[in-house]
């Protein structure tokens, strides 16, 4: 009992009112928010509780797998046949590339040691089926029927037979989260096959991606393919990404580029994803880098992956 | 507790493991991946606002709290996104308790669907924020199939406490 008033007893003690703790919740939500989508300080966490949750996952996805494959079970003859001319047809294609392609690289290889220029990028690639759309409402996100565990990692291109469609955000044990190129934060860092001008490419959303801080004058014109320019560190270089259909002069000086993304972004099923056997090697610290002499970084940083940065 | 506050059919009390299961089985259905298909109920949400109303001292905000972080993660949406919605559905929900459960299930519906838009509001409203896409004026078609699951739902939830009627010549009720 204390002087100034009563204090209630402690039959009817329950703690701080509602509205207290409905303060303290909201901003411990708030603190998550932030340190999730500002700071990715909570990727632990959310791989350790995705592990703990994954049997609820399981049985949830259990109905929807099992329509899936029942859909496929049931295709039709016709469906199939047809199907299976267009692979032998794509098959024989891909053969003659093939025989041109293992020579071409042959060459290639002794061309470079007779160079003496470093080994080209080793690239490393897994198979993968993409099993739904994820459920955010908010991000053009799909996952993949392959993980950690078969080696997929965080920022791989993925590919399907006719360009890429996207990259991989996430990577679960057993799945992996790809964000497709029509995201509004998905970004890549691109090259005009013709004319080798280089330029980062946005997704939109919905629509076709676009193409910016490429200046009023450059040259690229409707039609021309864009691809991967690998100067990312991460994308190999070379993949087809998209083509452009509309180039128009925009106030700020930069021209308004749209493109229309070459693989099958929103239908494709089967996948590949590629990325680079080892991770090339961290920038250039400014702090000790000398101004002039021989031993400056740029030359190091040409050479063989030896400490790989973030 | 009675069904609604006019019924005079008195319940048994709510298990604390039949609480927790259907917790558990709301959130295996949100788990469900149904893609982009418009409409899909917020199943944890129905299911998180009945027992804040029917148990406030037993489910409330914490309950929320770490349900929505789960929610979170199975959706790969941000961490925190549903915890922030349904901690606010739960402490309205608990604020509304009284006076919803003097109403038949049709209106209980029609009183929790501003709730339900609510939190919604507050996911696209942080979402935005943070720099993503306007999902489409479709997605909050779901507040309103969730409304609509209110009445099976809370009688599905509800039979468990019902006892069968005795009638006694000694009892009044």
Not at chain 1, 279 to 288: E, W
Request: with cysteine.
């Amino acid at each position: 009992m204390s002087l100034v008033g009563h204090s209630s007893p402690p039959v009817f003690n329950r703690g701080p009112s509602p509205f207290t703790r409905f303060l303290v919740l909201v901003s411990i939500c708030l603190v998550m928010l932030v340190a999730d989508l500002r700071f990715r300080y909570l990727e632990v966490v959310r791989q350790t509780l995705t592990v703990v949750m994954h049997p609820v996952q399981l049985i949830a996805a259990a109905p929807v797998d099992f329509v899936r494959d029942a859909t496929v079970y049931f295709a039709t003859l016709v469906e199939v046949q047809l199907e299976n001319a267009e692979l032998r047809r794509s098959q024989l294609q891909a053969a003659q590339r093939l025989l041109r392609f293992e020579q071409l690289e042959r060459e290639n290889a002794h061309l470079r040691r007779l160079m003496e220029m470093a080994d080209s990028v080793g690239v490393k690639s897994v198979a993968s089926d993409i099993l739904y759309d994820a459920p955010d409402p908010f991000a053009r996100k799909v996952i993949l029927n392959r993980g950690a565990r078969d080696g997929v990692t965080p920022g791989f291109a993925v590919v399907d037979t006719d360009g890429m469609i996207g990259q991989v955000s996430r990577v679960y044990p057993v799945q992996a989260e790809v964000t497709l190129l029509s995201d509004k934060n998905q970004a890549v860092p691109v090259q005009v096959q013709r004319s080798g001008l280089r330029g980062v490419l946005f997704g939109n959303g919905k629509g076709p991606l676009q193409l910016r801080f490429i200046l009023e004058g450059s040259d690229i014109k409707v039609g021309d393919q864009l691809v991967t320019s690998g100067l990312d560190g991460i994308f190999l270089a070379g993949l087809p990404v998209a083509r452009v259909i509309e180039v128009e002069p925009d106030d700020d000086g930069f021209m308004r580029i749209m493109a229309d993304p070459i693989g099958r972004v929103d239908r494709a099923i089967q996948v590949l994803v590629l990325g680079r056997e080892t991770l090339p090697p961290g920038r250039p610290d400014p702090r000790t880098a000398t101004l002039s002499g021989p031993e400056s970084p740029l030359v190091e940083a040409g050479g063989p992956a030896e400490e790989q940065g973030d | 507790m009675q069904p609604t506050h006019r019924s005079n059919r008195i319940l048994q009390p709510a298990k604390t493991w039949f609480i927790h299961f259907s917790l558990l089985v709301a959130l295996t259905l949100n788990y469900v991946p149904t893609g982009r298909l418009v409409g899909v109920p917020d199943w944890v949400a129905v299911v998180l606002m009945f027992w804040c109303i029917r148990e406030p001292a037993r489910v409330g905000m914490g309950v929320a709290l770490v349900v929505g972080v789960l929610v979170d993660i199975g959706h790969g949406a941000a961490l925190g996104q549903h915890a922030l919605a349904y901690v606010v559905l739960a402490y309205l929900a608990s604020a509304v308790a009284r006076r919803v459960l003097w109403f038949p299930s049709p209106q209980q519906a029609l009183q929790i669907l501003p709730l339900l838009l609510l939190s919604q509001g507050i996911m696209v409203g942080v979402r935005l924020l943070a720099g993503a896409e306007f999902p489409g004026w479709a997605y909050f078609v779901s507040s309103f199939t969730s409304a609509l699951l209110w009445m099976p739902a809370s009688f599905l939830l509800l039979l468990p406490q019902y006892q069968p009627v005795e009638r006694d010549e000694n009892r009044p009720i």
